[in-house]
Structures are given as structure tokens and as C-alpha cells.
T-cell receptor, first 111, second 112 residues
């Protein structure tokens, strides 16, 4: 079946550095992608999304890049802060409109 | 405040004792879904509902039931819980197709 995966299960960065979290997807029909942040003891929360007619979208300190040629999605966090420590999930949906989640990347920010 | 509310937050039960985890959303969302989250496996969908009286199996439906009698509520029922259903459960809802999901705070279930 189709799957959404992550390249790195854990990413450790220093406070103030930029973080890049990657995601590979295999469903070529996917046309909507979302990044979620899950802090310890909480449910996932929406960070940013992107549709397949775009290759880049920026939010506050976050940027999502979509490369449809290689089916790759990335989340960039600028000036990473301790409060950014969390598990980050990518999710994709296509024709079925049922989102599929990756397994998550744990981001650890060291002061 | 727009939110998805799950109850209870924590639940410890014994094998075979029927239980229900409630989920309610106040955003008039049509789509609702249940996920379980296990270490290393991410979020796996149990059941989902596109609208009232419409439910479908997700990736891991065995041992679970759901109902959607009202738009705002989507309870998860475990008729005869087993230890392999020990997990962290999340309810989520969404308005239009291909929009972000709103998640509840989670229910940590332990089946002894």
C-alpha cells in the first residue's frame, strides 16, 4: 500500500539553529500535505500545509517545501527554540481524501 | 473555543470489560476519525466517518466499533478489550475535504 515515511526518527539541534525535517511520500496522487506538531502529552496540532500546485509555503518561522518530482516534503524551522521540541508528523492525502501519516520525527532542541 | 473533546483522559481496565471513549466536536465538522498511537508506529487510523450514519474501517479496525448518530459525537467502543489494545487514542475532526485535522487531547488506555 501507499505509505508516508520520514528519513530521520530523531533530530537534535542547538537553540538558534535552523532545523530541517524531511518526509518522503510514495502516493503520486497525493495533492495535499500537512505538517503537525505533537508536544508531549498533547494531541497533534496543525503547523502548516501545502497543496500540490505549490512548491513552497512560508509561515511564521516555518517553511514547507514540496518536491513532487522526487516525492519529498520538508519542514524548515528557523531559529529553533526549546519550545519547538516535539514530534513532527507529515501527512498526505490524495484521491481518497483520507490522510496518511508518517511515523514522526522527534526534534530535540538543546539550550 | 473550537475544539475536539475526548473523555476520559486516562483509563485503566481489565480484559473483556466493555468500554466507551467519547469524542465530541463543536465545529460542525462532517468528517471525524479515530487513531491509535503506538511507539514507533505513528498514528494509525481505526475508523472514520464522512458524515452522520456513515462510518468506514481504517487501517486497524479489529476489536473496535464506532457510531455516528449525531454530527458532533463519534464514540469509540471496545466491546471486549484485550491487552494489545493498550495504546494512546486520538479523535480528530475536519471540515471540508483536504483540510487540516483538529485533534483531541488523547485518551491513554491500559488494558490489564
Amino acid at each position: 500500500g501507499e505509505s508516508v515515511g520520514l528519513h530521520l526518527p530523531t533530530l537534535s539541534v542547538q537553540e538558534g539553529d535552523n532545523s530541517i525535517i524531511n518526509c518522503a511520500y510514495s502516493n503520486s496522487a497525493s495533492d495535499y500535505f500537512i505538517w503537525y506538531k505533537q508536544e508531549s502529552g498533547k494531541g497533534p496540532q496543525f503547523i502548516i500545509d501545502i497543496r500540490s500546485n505549490m512548491d513552497k509555503r512560508q509561515g511564521q518561522r516555518v517553511t514547507v517545501l514540496l518536491n513532487k518530482t522526487v516525492k519529498h516534503l520538508s519542514l524548515q524551522i528557523a531559529a529553533t527554540q526549546p519550545g519547538d521540541s516535539a514530534v513532527y508528523f507529515c501527512a498526505e492525502s490524495g484521491g481518497s481524501y483520507i490522510p496518511t501519516f508518517g511515523r514522526g520525527t522527534s526534534l530535540i532542541v538543546h539550550p | 473555543e473550537a475544539q475536539v473533546t475526548q473523555n476520559p483522559r486516562y483509563l485503566i481496565t481489565v480484559t473483556g470489560k466493555k468500554l466507551t471513549v467519547t469524542c465530541s466536536q463543536n465545529m460542525n465538522h462532517e468528517y471525524m476519525s479515530w487513531y491509535r498511537q503506538d511507539p514507533g508506529l505513528g498514528l494509525r487510523q481505526i475508523y472514520y466517518s464522512m458524515n452522520v450514519e456513515v462510518t468506514d474501517k481504517g487501517d486497524v479496525p479489529e476489536g473496535y466499533k464506532v457510531s455516528r448518530k449525531e454530527k458532533r459525537n463519534f464514540p469509540l467502543i471496545l466491546e471486549s478489550p484485550s491487552p494489545n489494545q493498550t495504546s494512546l487514542y486520538f479523535c480528530a475532526s475536519r471540515g471540508s475535504t483536504n483540510e487540516k485535522l483538529f485533534f483531541g487531547s488523547g485518551t491513554q488506555l491500559s488494558v490489564l
